[in-house]
């Protein structure tokens, strides 16, 4: 008997076992839809995107359902609005009331002005704050540039690239980091707009932009919502909903394609087989 009741004690408690692990964890559950791309033994963020072309595919198709979906495009814009409203106020303190009041004259008038916000005198900076939070969104990232006479070059992120063939630098699509570190380098560009069709990026046509001015000043701007503290790139908020939003479409496409059909009047005439059309 008293064997008997080991047995059973020892199958009662692996059976509590399993139900106080996480479900999650069991790879053998027949009710959890299988995951590809998720390795057992951990991996840095940047392993999820590995390949260059996948952050630009995702890039790319996140750009297309904000021109052509009708909900996330709207919502999108709303967001920037919401986010931004006035624009960011710039608020010296620098403990003269009088200098104080100065430099906000100076940057009304500055920040309104595109000839000395863009180097293409086109965007005030206003312009550029929607730019750059919308690309964050959609794109994944957008890098900011200082240059020498005040004004902030915009890069997007499919003009930034790793060479086609292995280089013994540290490069991560585009972003060189100092090796054995996490210490940004340069961030290598392109320097005419890329080809779509082509698939070879060679270094000689890229150009790299130092991360440290020579008095050790940040002179690259990354905005990106990263999520990990090891992640190089941006990744688009349009990665979860990119399943959900293409059944969307499908969707309202069939149901207006059902609404047409429901509307159209048939009229059917009846006639005799001896009928003369003349």
Not at 238 to 261: C, E, H, I, T, W
Request: proline letters at 5%; aromatic letters at 8%.
């Amino acid at each position: 008997m008293a064997r008997a009741r080991a047995k059973s004690s020892n199958g009662m408690d692996s059976i509590l076992q399993e139900r106080n692990d996480y479900l999650m964890a069991n790879r053998r559950n027949a009710q959890s839809r299988r995951r590809k791309g998720v390795p057992s033994q951990g991996a840095p963020a940047d392993y999820h995107y590995r390949n260059q072309g996948d952050w630009l595919w995702m890039s790319e198709l996140a750009w297309d359902m904000y021109r052509n979906n009708m909900i996330l495009g709207s919502i999108t814009d709303r967001a920037v609005e919401n986010q931004l409203q006035g624009g960011f106020a710039y608020d010296p303190q620098t403990g003269d009331a009088k200098l104080d009041q100065q430099l906000k004259e100076w940057w009304a008038e500055v920040s309104i002005d595109p000839r000395q916000c863009d180097p293409g005198a086109d965007l005030a900076f206003r312009d550029q704050e929607e730019i750059a939070l919308r690309a964050s969104l959609v794109s994944g990232d957008i890098v900011g540039v200082p240059l020498e006479d005040g004004t902030v070059d915009l890069i997007e992120g499919q003009q930034i690239r790793s060479p086609s063939r292995p280089t013994k630098e540290a490069i991560v699509h585009g972003f060189e980091y100092v090796p054995g570190t996490r210490r940004l380098a340069a961030i290598w560009v392109l320097k005419d707009d890329v080809n779509p069709n082509s698939r070879q990026i060679r270094k000689q046509d890229l150009r790299p932009i130092q991360a440290w001015d020579d008095d050790g000043e940040k002179s690259i701007f990354h905005v990106a919502f990263k999520k990990r503290t090891r992640q190089t790139r941006g990744i688009t908020a349009y990665a979860p909903l990119f399943d959900v939003a293409g059944y969307n479409d499908d969707v309202q496409f069939l149901k207006m394609v059902q609404s047409r059909a429901a509307s159209m009047f048939v009229f059917v005439r009846k006639r005799a087989t001896n009928f003369d059309p003349a």
